[in-house]
């Protein structure tokens, strides 16, 4: 079973609908990331979570809200979908226990979100 | 800011010929560099890193070397497989928060038998 899951894979929805984006992870990691891949700009960081208490803005945070339900558990809202917000969305998780950045950082296989 | 450049694809070969992605990188600290690999329809996966000057990350055949001289860290691999086909990410650690990654923009590895 994969470690970093994210649900749904596919998700078609119109401009102005709310929509959640869900991941889980069974690493037991306490840091997890929220990004959005764009065709020539690589990977943006929205939102990230150090433990279930800690949540910081990223790059592009504006237009998402996050919520860190539990260690494992790790959603992404859109509260008004618009057709920018058209993409690939990436979680993922690392070790806090090193407490760098030289730890690996594990993906999720990716929501691919279309905002018609 | 901190950024990465990497060189923009497709990078096309033939199996078996050599590879170099050019990937450079302004930092105002001591970032560890990365290279992530992204195959079709899955996430991004780690394929090296280095942590600091002179350092070789090495995985799959593939090989890095942090130049800091030359601010550099191209990926290398001496004989490419079909199976290497992937876009390949340069990445490094936020020289003000050691917890963020920043990455380029990918380079689109296609090899043909």
């Known amino acids: 079973d994969a470690d970093v899951t994210q649900t749904p894979r596919n998700r078609i929805t119109k401009t102005g609908k709310r929509i959640m984006l869900e991941c889980s992870q069974t690493?037991?990691?306490?840091?997890m990331y929220w990004y959005r891949q764009d065709p020539g700009l690589g990977l943006r960081l929205i939102y990230y979570?150090?433990?279930?208490?800690?949540?910081n803005k990223g790059e592009i945070s504006d237009g998402y809200s996050v919520s860190r339900q539990a260690q494992a558990k790790f959603s992404l809202s859109l509260e008004s979908a618009i057709p920018n917000q058209t993409a690939l969305y990436f979680c993922?998780?690392?070790?806090?226990?090193?407490?760098?950045?030289?730890?690996?950082?594990?993906f999720g296989p990716g929501t691919r979100l279309t905002v018609l | 800011g901190d950024s990465v450049t990497q060189m923009e694809g497709p990078v096309t070969l033939s199996e078996e010929a050599f590879l170099t992605i050019n990937c450079t990188y302004t930092a105002t600290g001591y970032p560890s560099l990365f290279w992530y690999v992204q195959y079709p329809g899955e996430g991004l996966q780690l394929l090296l890193k280095a942590t600091k000057a002179d350092d070789k990350g090495s995985n799959k055949g593939f090989e890095a070397t942090y130049r800091k001289e030359t601010t550099s860290f191209h990926l290398e691999k001496g004989s490419v497989q079909v199976s290497d086909s992937a876009v390949y990410f340069c990445?490094?650690?936020?020289?003000?928060?050691?917890?963020?990654?920043?990455f380029g923009t990918g380079t689109r590895l296609q090899v043909f038998p």
């Open positions: 990445a490094l650690s936020d020289s003000y928060n050691t917890d963020k990654l920043i």
């Open positions: 979570s150090f433990d279930v208490k800690d949540i």
């Open positions: 690493k037991g990691h306490d840091r």
């Open positions: 993922a998780t690392s070790d806090a226990a090193s407490g760098r950045a030289t730890d690996t950082q594990y």
